[in-house]
């Protein structure tokens, strides 16, 4: 047998066949089916080239941060952890895990841990859907709904959200949403409050939806907000069905109310079996060491938690009613962030708000383009947001 040198293979390679380009599209052309539908997340404007340019002055209202930050104890336990960064963090959570379950009232093996919640929905179609199966979601539901049924393959089912006249308008239909499973659904995705509309739905329709979802149908409640809700809006969570449903699930995040969005911890609860498959999946150290310890901080800081969310339920009323004063379509929310109808104009309106280093998040994604969902921030943020819009529509 004579060796082959590098240079004669390349030279055979290319009498054998026509190099591929391998650009995008041929990179595609070897990608999973559900791949190839998906488009790379839009992060919308460049917001670090944006910060440079207003020079610390540019208000974020279009990512519903917290704007009042995470619990001091958070950022404790993140300055302890600074001596240990070249270990490997806790792969099983255990710490936190605990601290979750007794927060929750639940077991340890009820709970699997996210690099964000985001990670868990997308992780949830790839494990349940794929190929030949449906998923179904709310029009105007979460966008990570749409992006975790195309990438596992399945194919959308999409049930008409409710009417404009209706008292949550374009919220959850859930009878249109149990009318939109057929044999081949797998999952559900709901999300309560919902991003970007801001509605919500009572445990009683919840309960008598889940009695219309067949057994073998697993539905996945999505409550990043569920912290932010006034206690007497029975936009309640789902966790006291859970003992009834083992097919229903919820995912929560530290992320919005927590005020840890850059630290990217989300966690699920579930049955253990379901846990127990999903953890298949779970990259071993998916949560971070820095993370751990500030999420398990943050969550015993129940009084910095209240005081945040009673300042946002209180911004949330005035800037809803500043809004209305000003002729706005506002949606009704339970969350960090109110849905309004600009019309037509809505896209020269939220440049011009650009200019003024005001940055809202723009809908044409979600086939809302005469929309923008704003951020409620601080008291002092609001006022400047209400300044720059009144400049702006004048
Ligand atoms: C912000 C948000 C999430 C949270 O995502 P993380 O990955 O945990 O930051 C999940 N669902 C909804 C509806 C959201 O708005």
């Known amino acids: 047998m004579t060796a082959v040198s590098p240079a004669s293979t390349r030279e055979q390679g290319e009498t054998l066949a026509e190099r591929p380009a391998y650009d995008e599209a041929w990179f595609e052309s070897r990608a999973t089916a559900g791949l190839r539908g998906l488009r790379a997340y839009d992060p919308g404007h460049d917001l670090v080239a944006l910060r440079r340019r207003f020079d610390a002055q540019l208000l974020e209202l279009g990512s519903n941060e917290n704007p009042y930050g995470p619990s001091p104890a958070a950022c404790e336990a993140v300055a302890g952890q600074l001596d240990a960064l070249h270990r490997y963090p806790d792969p099983l959570g255990a710490d936190f895990k605990r601290a979750l379950a007794a927060t929750h009232g639940v077991d340890t093996t009820q709970i699997l841990l996210g690099n964000g919640s985001h990670e868990l929905l997308m992780q949830l179609a790839q494990v349940f859907a794929g190929p030949g199966t449906e998923v179904v979601f709310s029009r105007y539901g979460f966008a990570a709904f749409a992006l975790a049924t195309m990438a596992s393959g399945a194919t959308l089912r999409v049930a008409e959200a409710l009417p404009r ?19 081949a659904t797998r999952l559900v995705y709901l999300a309560n409050p919902n991003n970007p509309t801001g509605t919500w739905f009572g445990r009683a329709p919840l309960a ?17 907000y569920a912290e932010m809700a006034d206690a ?27 005020g840890l969005a850059g630290l990217r ?3 699920l609860i579930g049955a ?7 953890e298949r999946i779970r990259e071993s150290f998916n949560v971070n060491g820095p993370a751990l310890a500030a999420c398990e901080a943050a969550l015993g800081d129940t009084e910095h938690l ?25 949606l009704p929310s339970q969350t960090n962030f109110v849905l309004v109808e600009f019309g037509p104009r809505t896209a020269a309106i939220e440049a011009a708000l650009i200019e003024r280093g005001v940055v809202l998040r723009p809908m044409g994604g979600y086939g809302l383009p005469d929309w923008l969902r704003i951020t409620v921030g601080t008291a002092e943020d609001n006022r400047r947001l209400l300044a720059a819009l009144d400049a702006v529509l004048a």
């Open 165 to 183: 006249t209706s008292t949550m308008p374009l919220g959850h239909d859930l009878d249109a949403i149990a009318a939109a499973i057929t044999p």
């Open 208 to 224: 008598a939806f889940m009695a219309r979802v067949p057994l073998d149908v697993i539905v996945v409640m999505d409550e990043a």
């Open 232 to 258: 007497d809006a029975d936009a309640a969570s789902a966790l006291p069905l859970l003992p009834a449903h083992p097919n229903l699930l919820l995912t929560r995040t530290f992320s919005k109310a927590y």
């Open 265 to 267: 911890v989300g966690y």
């Open 272 to 278: 253990p079996g379901l846990v127990a498959v999903m």
């Open 306 to 330: 209240q005081w945040a969310c009673a300042r946002n339920a209180e911004q949330r009323v005035a800037l809803t009613h500043a809004l209305h004063a000003r002729g706005l379509v506002v």
